[in-house]
Nanobody, 126 residues
Framework: QVQLVESGGGLVQAGGSLRLSCAASGPTLSSVNRGWFRQAPGKEREFVGAFTWTGDHTYYTDSVKGRFAISRDSVKNTVYLQMNSLKPEETAIYYC???????????????????WGQGTQVTVSS
């Protein structure tokens, strides 16, 4: 069983930066695929970015490309989401997610992830 613990959320002014962390415990192989999602009040959870074990690729939704970056510390089994130039409309609860290796894995789909963190609030003031 994998447990994900997020940290790093908070209040930041528009244009500011935050770095979220997602530490995983449990079988490492069960968390080789890692994703970040966010959910604003009244909206569906949406894909932000992901890191997959297949070729060590990272992917981002178009709206954050060039501003957000995912990195990882393999020793700590921790993934980071560096968020720069934040916008008020990006205020949301940010969730990390994990999945083991699986055929047909779609990093953008919430249903393809097996484990979720508790979420961390990010508030961007204007």
């Amino acid at each position: 069983q994998v447990q994900l613990v997020e940290s790093g959320g908070g209040l930041v002014q528009a244009g500011g930066s935050l770095r979220l962390s997602c530490a995983a415990s449990g079988p490492t192989l069960s968390s080789v695929n890692r994703g970040w999602f966010r959910q604003a009040p009244g909206k569906e959870r949406e894909f932000v970015g992901a890191f997959t074990w297949t070729g060590d690729h990272t992917y981002y939704t178009d709206s954050v490309k060039g501003r957000f970056a995912i990195s990882r510390d393999s020793v700590k089994n921790t993934v980071y989401l560096q968020m720069n130039s934040l916008k008020p409309e990006e205020t949301a609860i940010y969730y990390c997610a994990a999945a083991g290796p699986k055929g047909g894995f779609d990093y953008r789909r919430t249903a393809d992830y097996d484990y979720w963190g508790q979420g961390t609030q990010v508030t961007v003031s204007s």
